[in-house]
């Protein structure tokens, strides 16, 4: 009995199939548990299936508590159901909708439980935290903060430390989406981004934004890397807030484009577009906006993650489009998620309107809620 016991442990741990005298069923080790993991965009297809118009078309946005709630501060949710007639894919918080780390935890909880009141997915939960200056929460929560990209060491190890850091405070407040893992680089000496870049070599943005990164993951929250192409390497603002990136696409092949295409190869789960308007490729919008920018980003990078535009709040954006003209040019472009359109309403209804007369379609539309939910179902959003 003993022999017969050591032969199949010997089998078992050659990964060998083994069959025990009178049966006929074998075993297999299998080392690399995820060839059993279900696949998140087959489970994302299945789950759209069983959703209305309605939420598919209120997926792709990402709003403030006040767009749902209509007052001016939201530090808790009101009686009913904020989602009763926007059923969206997440909410952004910002310093109003912080008070303690008690009322915050409540807030993000309500927003989850009436969610789910209203029958839709978990939403993304999303802040901008990058250390330093930018520490809105722990600002607010009277927490000191981690250092900032610029003060960072070029050491992946002490990147990492930082995110899981954020991470550690975020993820415990319900908050599963950080906005803000820098790759800007400094290039125009015009350019405002002080503060929120790790350094103008390519390599170094990498691997400290990276480091970062596998911080945040760590902890349970999404990273989302931005601003492509780079807010870097854009002029000086007009009256509008509009600047224009003037680099040449070798140039930015050569430069802003590498430490996207660095972690994208690792993984990376949401890209937010710039504003910045590259002239110098023929074109006459906003990244966010434009069909060249977010095909370079998909086609030539080969980048198939969630996109999120920057703002469509931001003067460069109202002081020319009416706000459901540039959600319509926004998801057109490829954009998947919508960031805190100017007019909730609007936006959606012309959404709807782009969809009756053709110039949007569901194919398009199925695109961006798939890649948004398998992002929920890979981070854990969804269980």
Request: proline share 6%.
């Amino acid at each position: 009995m003993r022999r017969f016991l050591c032969l199949v442990l010997a089998l078992a741990l050659l990964g060998l199939p083994f069959c025990s005298r009178g049966e006929e069923d074998s075993f297999v080790v299998v080392e690399d548990d995820s060839v059993l993991r279900p696949d998140p965009r087959r489970q994302a297809r299945a789950l759209m299936r069983l959703m209305t118009e309605e939420e598919k078309v209120c997926q792709l946005f990402l709003v403030t508590p006040e767009m749902l709630t209509g007052e001016k501060y939201t530090l808790a949710l009101p009686e009913g159901n904020v989602f009763s007639r926007y059923p969206v894919g997440g909410v952004a918080l910002y310093g109003q909708n912080i008070a303690s780390e008690t009322q915050l935890a409540a807030l993000t909880a309500s927003l989850q439980a009436q969610a789910r009141a209203a029958g839709m997915q978990p939403l993304f939960i999303g802040v901008h935290e990058a250390g330093g200056s930018l520490s809105r929460v722990a600002n607010k929560l009277g927490r000191p903060y981690a250092p900032g990209p610029e003060e960072l060491p070029g050491d992946a190890e002490e990147a990492r430390s930082a995110g899981a850091y954020i991470g550690g405070y975020l993820a415990p407040l319900g908050i599963n989406l950080d906005l803000a893992v820098p790759l800007d680089m400094q290039i125009a000496a015009e350019s405002d981004v002080s503060g929120r870049t790790f350094g103008a070599d390519p390599a170094r943005v990498s691997l400290l934004a990276g480091g970062f990164a596998e911080g945040l993951r760590a902890e349970g929250v999404i990273p989302c890397f931005g601003h492509f192409p780079n807010d870097g390497s854009l002029g000086k603002k007009n009256y509008y807030g509009t600047a224009v990136n003037r680099r040449s696409l070798e140039d930015m092949r050569r430069t802003e484009f590498l430490p996207y295409a660095d972690l994208i190869d690792a993984g990376a789960e949401m890209i937010m577009m710039s504003h910045g308007v590259a002239r110098s490729l023929g074109d006459d919008v906003p990244a966010s906006l434009s069909p060249r920018m977010i095909g370079i980003l998909r086609q030539e990078m080969g980048y198939d993650g969630v996109v999120i535009t920057e703002s469509l709040r931001m003067p460069c954006i109202v002081s020319f489009y009416k706000p459901g003209e540039a959600a319509v040019l926004a998801l057109q472009a490829g954009a998947d998620l919508v960031f805190l359109p100017a007019d909730l309403p609007a936006a959606v209804q012309a959404v709807f309107r782009a969809l009756d007369t053709g110039s949007l379609t569901w194919d398009r539309i199925d695109q961006s809620v798939e890649r948004v939910l398998a992002l929920k179902i890979s981070a854990g959003v969804i269980r």
